[in-house]
T-cell receptor, first 107, second 116 residues
Framework: KNEVEQSPQNLTAQEGEFITINCSYS?????LHWLQQHPGGGIVSLFM???GKKKHGRLIATINIQEKHSSLHITASHPRDSAVYIC?????????FGAGTRLAVHP | NAGVTQTPKFQVLKTGQSMTLQCAQD?????MYWYRQDPGMGLRLIYY???????DKGEVPNGYNVSRLNKREFSLRLESAAPSQTSVYFC???????????????FGDGTRLSIL
């Protein structure tokens, strides 16, 4: 059974800090997803990756297939980055989601 | 662009009542999903529909039924609501087509459901 573990559960940072959120999964996958859930509840997809690294603005996602591990990095964090970050792994049809990492960035 | 639209946004029910959560997408996606989100847990799949005319159970289907009404709409029904079904429910959709590779899911804004 595929399980997805995220760490840390909660993270508090000062504006400008470099942030790393980690995700480990237990079985081989088609792709690893990173999503962001805003305080209002909406969920948006940030990245979908199956190898290497992807970058979008100040967000960087990496994956190590051999170690079954992915990281989400936020450079120069800002209060607007405050949200829950969720990783999910799986195949073409179904995903297994981690419990999420709640990030609070203070000015 | 509406994307994935869920109705209602909030609902309070009494134990034993029934209700249907509605979901519609306007992106011509073929796969649709219903999840529930509970505190401290990841999103859990209730049911999904890989394509119009098909539905399959997910991780936590007990107490729920679904209908894929057409390509756009996928509804979730609670026949006899129980307090354990108090949760936030999310509908999602994605395109699933050979040659495109894996694609991300698009989520609705959620329905917050309380069962008293």
């Amino acid at each position: 059974k595929n399980e997805v573990e995220q760490s840390p559960q909660n993270l508090t940072a000062q504006e400008g800090e470099f942030i790393t959120i980690n995700c480990s999964y237990s079985v081989g996958i088609s792709a690893l997803h990173w999503l962001q859930q805003h305080p209002g509840g909406g969920i948006v997809s940030l990245f979908m990756l199956s190898s290497g690294k992807k970058k979008h603005g100040r967000l960087i996602a990496t994956i190590n297939i051999q170690e079954k591990h992915s990281s989400l990095h936020i450079t120069a964090s800002h209060p607007r980055d405050s949200a829950v970050y969720i990783c999910a792994s799986g195949g073409y049809n179904k995903l297994i989601f981690g419990a999420g990492t709640r990030l609070a960035v203070h000015p | 662009n509406a994307g994935v639209t869920q109705t209602p946004k909030f609902q309070v029910l009494k134990t034993g009542q029934s209700m249907t959560l509605q979901c519609a997408q306007d992106m011509n996606h073929n796969s649709m999903y219903w999840y529930r989100q509970d505190p401290g847990m990841g999103l859990r799949l209730i049911y999904y529909s890989a394509s119009e005319g098909t539905t399959d159970k997910g991780e936590v289907p007990n107490g729920y039924n679904v209908s894929r009404l057409n390509k756009r709409e996928f509804s979730l029904r609670l026949e006899s609501a129980a307090p354990s079904q108090t949760s936030v429910y999310f509908c999602a959709s994605k395109i699933l087509r050979g040659g495109l590779g894996n694609q991300p899911q698009h989520f609705g804004d959620g329905t917050r459901l309380s069962i008293l």
